[in-house]
């Protein structure tokens, strides 16, 4: 079985460490990401001594099903843009309305998207819980960190007996969004790039990553603060450096807020003189309503048979918060009633934002903290999940100079491509329940595919 097999490797991989040697490869570790900049802020991005492993039987099942869920998603996206009354259960604020309707000039709005879930691998339980489809982070990180590891002495040992499969992420990146840029401007030259974001986020080193990764490859990158650029002569500029190819990582919402719509960026795109990825458009699904438009049984006719399968194992009960009737499986239930009393089995979030902010996790809050938090999202964009199984695994680390195995929360976050090819994944730890590195903890490891050697 797939588990036995993966739990021989990770086994083995142990056995190869005691305290001297678990010191060793740490320090050599600690060495290696300062000098690759794998920091987030001033925080080390990696803090265990092993990579995230799957069998190839495991990966495939994670690759094959996320792409049949990708498949409803981009069905969703459609319907939405074509049905003002389907686009109003996400909420959009005015703007998005005007941006979401822009020509992009090429086929799919997310030339990269990521999908995060909690795997169980001892039964393949696959439960997604948000879909990162703006601006997805990691690409770079997971690519020098494959790097990192693939250099230890530890490794080495490892792979005296096993194969290690690794997923070159900038190479996927690169090449997804030349592809949409051909398309967009229907010749094959070569675009320059800018990396658009603020200059002071904390994911600077990744962007910084991805433009070396670019510029070895004949691409011409540059970072550029959305504040910096000027529109004129039909093209997008930073200085003197004239910008073809936008690879969006600043946020709509924040872009919006800081800027207004008579900004730059907005004017470039609306007149088709840049193309933008991930397009504005994306962001109807990065809405946290988007698990509440597949899994809402009011929208199953949306989907295929298999489509609503697949919903169904995968996407957890996930409704907008309000004062309705509703079906959580198979029984009707009167919504806020329900959650209020059983809050133990939800977590609260809001619609439009990231990192974590502002979910309320029921298990682990007081039924008074739990109906404030309703009576708020009865008239702010909220979405009630339900509580999915959490994944957990043994990770190598050094304290105090000694060997620790202990456990840790695991996400598995597939990075997808063009909207429904998965390519590699981003695998985040954490010893506690909200799982997410912006928000301030964690731990990135490498994801590889191991397998025994014959």
């Known amino acids: 079985m797939s588990w036995d097999a993966l739990q021989e490797g990770i086994d083995h991989y142990h056995s190869l460490l005691d305290d001297q040697f678990a010191a060793d490869s740490f320090e050599a570790m600690s060495r290696d990401l300062r000098v690759r900049k794998l920091y987030f802020g001033e925080r080390p991005l990696c803090t265990v001594l092993r990579p995230h492993f799957y069998t190839p039987d495991q990966w495939a099942h994670l690759k094959s099903e996320t792409e049949l869920v990708l498949q409803a998603f981009a069905k969703a996206h459609i319907a939405c843009l074509n049905d003002a009354s389907l686009r109003a259960q996400l909420f959009l604020e005015p703007y998005e309305e005007q941006l979401f309707s822009i020509d992009i000039g090429f086929e799919f709005p997310w030339t990269t998207s990521r999908l995060d879930s909690f795997y169980t691998l001892d039964d393949l339980g696959l439960r997604f819980v948000e879909y990162n489809a703006e601006t997805p982070a990691g690409m770079a990180y997971e690519d020098q960190l494959a790097e990192c590891f693939l250099g230890l002495e530890l490794m080495k040992r490892f792979q005296e007996k096993y194969q290690v499969r690794s997923f070159p992420m900038r190479a996927s990146l690169l090449g997804t969004l030349l592809d949409s840029h051909w398309q967009f401007s229907g010749n094959r030259e070569m ?103 597949l899994s809402d049984e009011r929208n199953a006719h949306l989907f295929s048979d298999e489509e609503c399968r697949a919903i169904e194992e995968h996407i957890p009960w996930t409704r907008n918060v309000s004062d309705r009737k509703t079906v959580f499986h198979g029984q009707e239930i009167d919504l806020l009633s329900y959650v209020a009393e059983h809050r133990d089995q939800f977590v609260l979030k809001p619609n439009d934002e990231y990192g974590g902010k502002g979910v309320l996790i029921g298990w682990e809050t007081t039924s008074e903290v739990w109906n404030e938090a309703l009576n ?8 009630v999940q339900e509580r999915v199984r959490i994944a957990y695994e043994d990770f190598p680390t050094v304290i105090d100079d000694k060997l620790n195995i202990s456990n840790r929360l695991v996400d598995a976050d597939p990075f997808i491509f063009k909207g429904k090819t998965v390519s590699g994944a981003l695998t985040r730890l954490s010893s506690v329940t909200l799982l997410n590195v912006t928000a301030g903890g964690g731990s990135v490891v490498p994801t590889f595919v191991i397998q025994k050697k014959d």
């Open 191 to 293: 675009p320059q790039i800018g990396i658009v974001d603020w200059g002071d986020v904390p994911t600077l080193t990744e962007h910084q990553l991805c433009q070396q990764y670019f510029e070895e490859r004949g691409t011409k990158t540059i970072l550029a603060d959305p504040r910096a650029l000027e529109y004129h002569h039909d093209a997008l500029w930073a200085g003197d450096f004239r910008i073809d190819l936008i690879y969006k990582r600043v946020l709509c919402s924040e872009l919006i807020q800081r800027m207004g719509m008579d900004n730059p960026i907005v004017k470039a795109v609306r007149d088709g003189n840049v193309s933008m990825q991930n397009a504005f458009s994306a962001k109807l699904m990065a809405k946290k309503a988007s698990f509440a438009v």
């Open 376 to 383: 708020f999202a009865l008239t702010n964009p909220y979405v």
